[in-house]
Every structure is written in C-alpha cells, then in structure tokens.
C-alpha cells in the first residue's frame, strides 16, 4: 500500500471488537500516537493477506522457509498492536518449526489460519469508508440508506497526532453517557419515520429500509437493540437474525420484531430464533417505548 495512501481507523469500532488489548498497550506506551498506532495497523491490514497463506501452506505441510521468517514478523507486529490472543499458538508454530517438526506446526497451524482470518477481517471492517458522519434519518435507497460513525464523531476525536491512551481516555468517558443505539430495518417509510420521531429524544436511531445493507452496517455500528420488520422483499426478518447473530458483539443483543401478523406461529417462530419480544402494527409510542425500555442493555467497549 503506497504511503499516501494509508488507511484511517474508527476506534470505537476497533474497541468494540475485543480483538486488541488497546487500553494495555496505550498504557504502556504512553507517547504512541493515534497516527502510529493506525500506521501500525495499516501495516497488519497489508501484510495479513500473506501471512494467511502462509499459515494455510504450513497447515498443508507444504511451507517453505520464508512462511516461518514471515510469521515470525508478523508476531512482533501482532504483539505490538495487542493481538495477544493469537500470539500463543504462532509461538508454537514456529517453535515446531525450529525443531523441524512439521506435523505439529501443520497441526497447530491450522487451528489458527481461521482465527487469524476472522482478525484481519474484523479489523479491516474499521477502517473509515468516508461516508456520513450523522446517524440514519432517512429511508433512502442505495448508500444513502444508512449513515455511520466515520472516524469518531462520537467522541470528538480528530487529531491522529494526539496521544493514543488519551483518545482512548475520551472514548471512555463518552461512552459512559452517550445515547443508547437502535437499529430500525423496515421497509416501510412511515413506519420508520414514526420510529424515529418516537425514540430519537432517548435514542440514537439508525435506520435502513434496505435489509441486505444490514451487514455493512454492523461492521461499523454497534446497536444495544434491534427493530425489525417481519416482511420485508429480499430478505425478512427472519433472515436477519442469522446474518446478525454471526457477529460476535450481537450474540445476545436484544432483538424485537415489528409485524402485522402477532398469530401464535409467527410469534412461536421468532422466539426460536432468539427474539426477546414482538410489537404488532400499528403500535403506539408508549408500546414501543415499555417494549424497549424492558430489553435494551448498554453495550461495553471493553
């Protein structure tokens, strides 16, 4: 990747993740700035593609020289961004391999190449798309449909040359009293808008009339709470709940159907896909308010 054209991060999202001990490593070295910690992570964001087949060669037991002397570059690099959960077995895997003992590494390798995946994956999900910074108030179609957290507008964070632990500082204290989030899926204009005008007082509405947007969304927002119509075209809202359970973060978020339809099979249906309540249209404010009030829960950073 050509220098001028290094990648920024949101650091929320990075933090939301768990993948990285930020805090210890801000702490640790307390004159690391943003700009050098997002440096660092280009670097990674770079390098991960090959250091991914090299794992799958080891896994192969067909490696050469250079996959070790890579992932041995790749752990000083991991360690210096806090990715401590995978130092471990890349230090058997290059252990074994100064041994020369490769069914072991191959063993251990490929109990890795997936998670080592899934990390790159997730810390390429926060780097700045450039989009809006302002929540969703609308309903339009195409990318216009959703507006996400650009590089911490949240927290007011703009400087990449102040020092990281104070940015994570900041971040702390604003997340300790920010708005909870809820994201609305619907395809309904004027059920959207009557969400947004009864919950944006307490609430940091997002909303998207398109659900297959719903993916993109989550690699940068992190609701406490979902509202999601029963039938929408394309997919339902059935067929989100999977989509939305396969982020780690949202394994238990609340999540709370909208539909016309509150028969007893519908309502059986959405429990068993872990669903924590139902609200039949049309709905009152008050409803939707006691509704969500019953379920939502502030997410945690860390």
Do not use: W
Not at 87 to 93: G, T
Not at 143 to 156: K, Q, V
Not at 237 to 257: C, N, Q
């Amino acid at each position: 990747m050509a220098e001028n054209k290094k990648p920024s991060f949101d650091l929320p999202t990075l933090l939301r993740l768990g993948d990285l001990d930020i805090r210890r490593i801000a702490a640790e070295k307390q004159l690391l700035t943003v700009r050098d910690y997002f440096d660092l992570l280009s670097r990674f964001v770079d390098t991960a593609p090959k250091i991914s087949k090299a794992l799958t060669r080891i896994a192969g037991l067909e490696s050469n020289e250079k996959d070790f002397v890579h992932l041995a570059e790749e752990k000083i690099l991991l360690e210096e961004l806090g990715y401590n959960k995978i130092i471990p077995v890349i230090d058997s895997i290059l252990g074994a391999g100064e041994k020369g003992d490769m069914e072991f590494a191959a063993d251990c390798a490929k109990q890795s190449v997936n998670d080592f995946n899934k990390i790159y994956t997730r810390t390429e999900s926060a780097v700045r798309t450039g989009v809006s910074e302002h929540p969703a108030s609308t309903t339009d179609s195409g990318d216009a449909a959703f507006n996400i957290m650009a590089y911490s507008p949240d927290y007011g964070v703009t400087a990449g040359g102040q020092p990281l632990h104070e940015i994570v500082q900041q971040v702390d204290s604003a997340e300790a009293t920010r708005k909870m989030r809820i994201l609305a899926v619907d395809d309904s204009p004027s059920t959207l808008k009557t969400i947004i005008s009864s919950l944006k007082d307490q609430y940091k509405v997002f909303t998207l009339s398109n659900p297959t947007q719903v993916k993109r969304f989550l690699q940068q927002v992190t609701p406490e709470l979902f509202l999601l119509d029963y039938k929408m075209p394309e997919l339902n809202g059935f067929e989100l709940v999977p989509i939305i359970r396969s982020f780690e973060e949202h394994k238990d978020t609340p999540i709370i159907f909208l539909t016309s339809l509150g028969t007893k099979g519908n309502i059986s249906v959405a429990a068993m896909l872990g669903a924590v309540d139902f609200v039949v249209k049309p709905f009152d404010s008050d409803t939707l308010h006691e509704k969500i009030a019953k379920h939502i829960v502030r997410k945690k950073l860390f």
